[in-house]
C-alpha cells in the first residue's frame, strides 16, 4: 500500500513537472511571436515616417496654390466674373482637400508616435481568432 501511494505521489509529480515544462515552452512561444509582432510594427510605423513627410509637402504645395488663387481674386486681375467664381469654387475645393490631408498626416502622426495602438489592436485581433477557434473546436461532436 506504501509503494502504491509512493508511486501514486511520484506519478502526479511527474505529471505536474511535465505540465509545468509545456506551459513554460508555451509561454515561450508565445512571448517570441509577441516580440517578433512588435519588430513588425516598428519597422511598419518607420515606412510611415516618409509618408507623412510626403504629405507635409503636399500640404505646403496646397498652401502655396491657396496663396496664389487668392492673390488672383484679392487683386481683381480676373475680369470675368464667371472665372472669378471658379477660382473661388475651386479654392473651396482645395481647402476641402487641404482639411482631409491635414486629418491623414495627424492620423499618420498618431501611428508613428503611438504604435502600442496598433500592437494593442494586432494583440486584440489575435485573441478574438483564437478564441473563436477554441469555441469551434469545443463544440465539436463525434457522429453517432
Known amino acids: 500500500m506504501a509503494k502504491t501511494l509512493k508511486d501514486l505521489l511520484l506519478a502526479m509529480l511527474n505529471a505536474t513537472l511535465i505540465l509545468l515544462a509545456v506551459c513554460l515552452f508555451l509561454g515561450w512561444k508565445l512571448a517570441s511571436k509577441v516580440e517578433s509582432i512588435t519588430a513588425g510594427f516598428s519597422d ?27 492673390t488672383l481674386t484679392l487683386e481683381n486681375q480676373v475680369a470675368d466674373p464667371l472665372v472669378a467664381q471658379n ?35 494586432a494583440i486584440q485581433t489575435g485573441a478574438d481568432i483564437a478564441s473563436k477557434r477554441v469555441l469551434e473546436i469545443r463544440g465539436c461532436e463525434p457522429e453517432s
Open 44 to 70: 511598419t510605423v518607420q515606412v510611415l515616417a516618409p509618408i507623412r513627410d510626403e504629405a507635409r509637402g503636399i500640404r505646403g504645395e496646397l498652401a502655396a496654390l491657396r496663396s496664389d488663387l487668392t
Open 87 to 121: 477660382i473661388r469654387a475651386t479654392l473651396s475645393r482645395l481647402n476641402a482637400v487641404d482639411q482631409k490631408l491635414q486629418t491623414v498626416q495627424a492620423r499618420f502622426t498618431d501611428l508613428a508616435d503611438t504604435p502600442e495602438t496598433l500592437i494593442a489592436q
